[in-house]
């Protein structure tokens, strides 16, 4: 059974920092995208960022650029999200995706973790 499971979420201030990480198990996710989406309280859920399999390319939104990066570490089967300087606007529920389905930012995905929660107090 694969499962991606999301650790890291919490409460932060603005201009503070918080990492998501997201551990798959079940099967290799060596050849895979991955990618982080958000969902805000009445908002449809959007990407954030998306690695591709190697880890040498990566893609934001723009709304993020410059103050996220994802990564991954193969040996682990884990992706990351590192988020800096922090927004109210970045309070969602992150949710990890693996198995990318093209090679786009908004790309569909295969699984699903079941998401964490991360606030941002003004």
């Known amino acids: 059974q694969v499962q991606l499971v999301e650790s890291g979420g919490g409460l932060a201030q603005a201009g503070g920092s918080l990492r998501l990480s997201c551990a798959a198990s079940g099967r290799s996710f060596d050849n895979n995208h991955m990618g982080w989406f958000r969902q805000a309280p009445g908002k449809a859920r959007e990407p954030v960022a998306r690695i591709n399999w190697s880890g040498e390319v990566t893609q934001y939104a723009d709304s993020v650029k410059g103050r996220f990066t994802i990564s991954r570490d193969k040996s682990l089967n884990t992706i990351y999200l590192q988020m800096n300087n922090l927004k109210p606007e970045d309070t969602a529920v992150y949710y990890c995706?693996?198995?990318?389905?093209?090679?786009?930012?908004?790309?569909?995905?295969?699984?699903w973790g079941q998401g964490t929660q991360v606030t941002v107090s003004a």
């Open positions: 995706a693996g198995g990318g389905l093209s090679p786009s930012l908004s790309s569909d995905y295969r699984w």
